[in-house]
C-alpha cells in the first residue's frame, strides 16, 4: 500500500493530507506566520514537510504546480522540496488546477467543480473531516484557514484517480 | 517507492474523533498530554491498562494501533522460540524423565512454529 503525503502551501497556512492506499491517516493546517518569506519557509514549512516525511515515511509526495508569479511563498517551498527531495526519497508528482477539476468533473456529473462544492464532496467521503468544512466563501471574505488542507486532500485523491 | 508499515495510528483514530492529545489524556486518567505525544510519535509503548482503554474506546485491538510493534515482538518470540528449540536439543540430560519432558516441549515449541509459519504465508 503506498503512502501519499499531499501539501499545499499557501502564503498564510500549510495543509497537508496523508492517505495509505484509500484510507486517509493524517490532516491538518498549520500556520505560517507574518514574518517573511525566507522566515515562514525555512522556519516553518520545511521542518513540518520534514517531521511529515520522517512520521509517515511516503512513498509519494503530491504538490501544487508553481505559480507563474515568481516570488510566492508557494514557489519557493516548491523550490525548497525539489531541492530535498532530488537524490533519494519518495517520488514527487504534482496537479494543475485544470487536471484537478479533470478529475473531479467526473464525480461531480453535472455540477460545476468549484473548490466550495470538491470540499462538500470530500466530506461525504471522509465525514471525518466534518468539523473543518468552511460556510460558503463570500466575495470579499478571506480563504478560510481550512481550505490548504482541503486543498491537499483534493490534490491525493487527484493522484489516486490517475494512479490507481 | 517505499512501502513500509507505519510506526501506529494512534494519531489518526485520535483526529477521527476530532480529539485534541489533551482531551484523549483526561480519558484515559492522564495528568498530561505529554505521553499520548510520546505514544504518537513511537517513542513510548502502551501499558496494558492503556491497551485495554484504546480498544474500548476506539474498538481498536493493539494490533491494529500498533502494526509494527505486535510484527516486532512476535517475530522476536519465534525467532527466541527457534533458539529454545535449538538449545533443547543440544542439552545432555541423563534423566529419563527429563528427556521425556524436553521432547513434549520440543514438540509443542515446533507446533507452535508451524502454526506462525502457516499464517504468515496466508498472509503473503
Not at chain 1, 464525480?107 to 464532496?121: G, Q, V, Y
Request: proline fraction near 5%; charge should be positive.
Amino acid at each position: 500500500m503506498t503512502t501519499i503525503l499531499a501539501i499545499q502551501p499557501e502564503a498564510r497556512q500549510i495543509g497537508y493530507a496523508v492517505f495509505e492506499g484509500a484510507a486517509l491517516i493524517d490532516w491538518g493546517t498549520k500556520t505560517l506566520g507574518v514574518a517573511g518569506i525566507p522566515e515562514r519557509v525555512n522556519r516553518v514549512a520545511l521542518p513540518l514537510f520534514r517531521s511529515l516525511v520522517d512520521y509517515h515515511e511516503p512513498g509519494v509526495v503530491v504538490l501544487p504546480r508553481p505559480t507563474k508569479a515568481g516570488g510566492t511563498i508557494r514557489n519557493q517551498f516548491l523550490v525548497e522540496i525539489r531541492y530535498e527531495l532530488s537524490n533519494h526519497g519518495p517520488s514527487l508528482a504534482s496537479f494543475s488546477r485544470n487536471q484537478i477539476q479533470g478529475c473531479f468533473k467526473a464525480f461531480l456529473r453535472s455540477e460545476r467543480p468549484t473548490k466550495d462544492r470538491i470540499m462538500r464532496l470530500l466530506v461525504a467521503w471522509f465525514p471525518e473531516l466534518r468539523g473543518a468544512l468552511p460556510r460558503p466563501r463570500k466575495p470579499w471574505e478571506s480563504q478560510d484557514y481550512w481550505v490548504p488542507m482541503f486543498d491537499a486532500v483534493t490534490m491525493a485523491v487527484t493522484w489516486l484517480h490517475y494512479n490507481d | 517507492m517505499r512501502n513500509r508499515i507505519r510506526k501506529n495510528y494512534l494519531r489518526t483514530w485520535r483526529k477521527k474523533l476530532g480529539l485534541n492529545q489533551r482531551q484523549l489524556a483526561f480519558i484515559l486518567g492522564l495528568k498530561s498530554s505529554a505521553r499520548i505525544s510520546a505514544m504518537e510519535l513511537g517513542h513510548a509503548f502502551p501499558t496494558a491498562r492503556e491497551c485495554i482503554a484504546f480498544r474500548a474506546f476506539f474498538r481498536q485491538s493493539f494490533e491494529e494501533l500498533w502494526p509494527r510493534l505486535g510484527l516486532e515482538v512476535e517475530a522476536r518470540t519465534f525467532t527466541n522460540i527457534r533458539r529454545l528449540i535449538v538449545r533443547l536439543g543440544r542439552q545432555n540430560v541423563q534423566s529419563v524423565r527429563k528427556r521425556v519432558q524436553i521432547n513434549i516441549i520440543r514438540k509443542n515449541l515446533v507446533s507452535i512454529l508451524a502454526d506462525f509459519r502457516k499464517k504468515q504465508e496466508e498472509l503473503r
